[in-house]
Every structure is written in C-alpha cells, then in structure tokens.
C-alpha cells in the first residue's frame, strides 16, 4: 500500500508539471502571412507575424526598406506601418490597442524625425510605451528601422 501511495503522488506531480505546458500551447495562436514568399521563407526562418496569447498580441520585428529611387525615408516607413496594421487587424486588433512599441535605427539621429512624421499618422494619444535604440545592424541588410510591437485584444 505504501508504494502504490508513492507512485500515485508521483503521477499526480508529474501530471501536474505536465498541464501548464500542454494549456500554454493550446492558449498560443500564429498569424503567419498571407503571400506565399514571405510564408515560405518565415517557415524556413522558424518564425510568426504575430503570435496571441490570451488577450495579447507579440509581433514580429517589420523593417522599412528603402526602395530605388525614394528620396526619403517616409515611403519605406509608410509600408512598413502600413504592413503592421495590416497584421493588428488580422489579429483583431487596431493602432489604439498598442501597448508597447520598440524601434530599432540604423541611424537614430537621421531618420527621427522622418520615422516621428510617419509614426504620427498611424499612433494617437493616449500614447503606448515607445523605446528607440539605435543599432549597428539589421538582418535585412538594407533596412533603415525595424519595428516592433505588442497590442492588447479589445474586449469584445
């Protein structure tokens, strides 16, 4: 009787360290992109467009890429914003549902107030959370900013 107790208590504990992981996993929801190219190679990368847990929505770093003949960086922001909002409303969400917000500059002090200008347009009061850092590089090698965003579901 003593070792059936033992062994009992011991399935009970490891059913237990099992169930969190097995609920994390069902709670977790992928948006992956809609066009073929970009799926193929996020799948290849091992990557989401956004991933939802409960009510919260982490998204993927977008880039804004320069194209030929731009001369300034509003347009490749623009599509960059645009490729995000895109994202929040396929995860149910808008602009007003940004929490927090993180963008990463090539070259902070150059492109502020042009990214400010197109950033304006899509974030309004009340304001998320914002961090700006600049860094060396980005894994699209021509990408000026990479942005970065989490979002809360409205209620519905």
């Known amino acids: 009787m003593k070792h059936l107790g033992s062994k009992l208590g011991l399935l009970a504990i490891g059913m237990m360290l099992q169930a969190p992981a097995a609920q994390a996993h069902e709670g977790k929801h992928t948006i992956m992109p809609e066009d073929a190219a970009a799926l193929e190679f996020q799948n290849a990368v091992g990557y989401s467009d956004a991933v939802i847990v409960g009510d919260i929505i982490y998204m993927s ?30 995860a ?10 993180s963008t990463f500059h ?6 502020l107030d042009e990214f ?3 950033k304006n347009r899509y974030v309004k009061a009340p304001f998320p959370a914002w961090t700006a850092l600049g860094v060396s590089s980005l894994y699209e090698p021509a990408a000026l900013v990479e942005i970065k965003i989490i979002a ?3 209620a519905e």
């Open 61 to 90: 770093g977008v880039v804004a890429v320069p194209q030929e003949g731009e001369a300034n960086m509003v347009p490749a922001f623009t599509r960059a914003f645009d490729q995000l909002g895109k994202t929040l409303a396929r």
């Open 116 to 118: 400010v200008e197109v």
């Open 106 to 111: 090539t070259n902070l002090a150059e492109q």
């Open 92 to 101: 149910g969400a808008g602009w007003d549902d940004v929490v927090e917000f």
């Open 152 to 154: 809360r579901k409205p």
